[in-house]
């Protein structure tokens, strides 16, 4: 007997790289999945005449959709010469990752996204053609007249459960039909792994609803909050003492362009210093403060240890990208 073994990759969509799957199906008792292929010109990664590009198994777990003994399986893509492909992101994350292991780097990453109707124009509980009352009653409501798209949360929530990803909580957002949930705290490699087939899993649900996925960082413009992915993070000296975490606020201070490029396209359009967030063009960090850039949560100054959030990351970040960064500007 076999089972099916949902190969899962990252394309070369620009700005905001999609992601895609293709099944293989594998012979029963398979734990070492193999090296598989695919057409990078369907996918914006190579041109036709040349189109050849490999997946390469990085983490596997239980496919809480197909259930049984049904697998899927994260992949990074390389060239035919097995060197990691341009969008490879994920190479690098892991050579920084083992290079600063010692420092025994977290992270918590917040994923925030906005359920829309199948047209992918209207997005849940919005009236057709207007706009429902304003923000207020939506975070962590209750009732039919504030919370849109309920099931897919709880339902996504559930196969992450089932399929051994850390997922840490859900919350109904600030906006009708915004959501978030959180992966973690966990190693670089391993919450991003995590956050990605996270994805993967959320569309491949809302699918069943006939509700798209959307992790734009604005998705509707106005007076409405964006969403986006704080990313929560701590080493060991971090969790045993204060001081360190002040450094960190202090090295990311000296590194803010380089962050903000990698943090994910359009979010400019979401960090203008209202809705809860800092301007994109200014830095600062503080206790408790949900408009800097940077957030000490008040519990960690109570404790004088823990983490730091880093709010300006947007919903469409690469989490390889995003951690890696991190950990280079605090740890290098
Ligand atoms: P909020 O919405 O108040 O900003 P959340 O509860 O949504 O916070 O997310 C906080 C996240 O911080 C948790 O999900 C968890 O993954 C992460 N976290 C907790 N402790 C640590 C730590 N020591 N290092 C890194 N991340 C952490
Ligand atoms: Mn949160
Ligand atoms: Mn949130
Ligand atoms: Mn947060």
Not at 223 to 249: F, V
Request: with cysteine; hydrophobic share 35%; aromatic share 10%.
């Amino acid at each position: 007997m076999a089972f099916k073994a949902e190969y899962i990759w990252i394309d070369g969509t620009e700005p905001t790289h999609l992601l895609r799957s293709k099944t293989k199906v594998v012979p029963n008792g398979t734990t070492d999945f193999p090296i598989w292929g695919f057409d990078g010109s369907s996918t914006n990664q190579a041109p036709g005449a040349n189109s050849d590009c490999v997946l390469r198994p990085v983490y596997s777990c239980k496919d809480p959709i197909r259930g049984a003994d049904n697998m899927l399986v994260m992949c990074e893509v390389l060239l035919p010469d097995m060197t990691p492909h341009p969008t490879n992101t994920r190479a690098a994350c892991a050579e920084v990752a083992e290079k600063f292991a010692a420092e025994e780097p977290w992270f918590g990453i917040e994923q925030e996204y906005t359920l829309f109707e199948s047209d992918g124009k209207q997005p849940l509980g919005f009236p057709e053609g207007g706009f429902p009352g304003p923000q207020g009653p939506y975070y962590c409501g209750v009732g039919a007249d504030l919370i849109f798209g309920r099931e897919v949360s709880e339902t996504h929530a559930t196969a992450c459960i089932e399929a051994g990803i850390e997922i840490a909580g859900t919350n109904a957002e600030v906006m009708p039909g915004q959501w978030e949930f959180q992966v973690g705290p966990v190693g670089a490699l391993e919450v991003s792994d995590q956050l990605w087939v996270s994805r993967w899993l959320l569309h491949r649900i809302a699918e069943e609803y006939s509700v798209v996925v959307s992790i734009d960082p604005k998705p509707v413009s106005g007076d409405w909050n964006g969403a986006g992915a704080h990313t929560n993070y701590s080493t060991k000296a971090m969790r045993e003492s204060y001081q360190p975490i002040i450094n960190a606020c202090e090295a990311l201070s000296k590194n803010v362009q380089e962050h903000i490029r990698n943090y994910g396209a359009g979010n400019e359009k979401r960090l203008t210093g209202l809705h809860e967030t800092q301007r994109i063009d200014e830095f600062n960090y503080g206790v408790s403060d949900r408009g800097a850039s940077v957030r000490i949560p008040w519990q960690v100054e109570v404790d004088q240890k823990g983490y730091l959030e880093d709010r300006r990351p947007a919903s469409n970040m690469d989490p390889y990208l995003v951690t890696r960064l991190i950990i280079q500007t605090t740890c290098g």
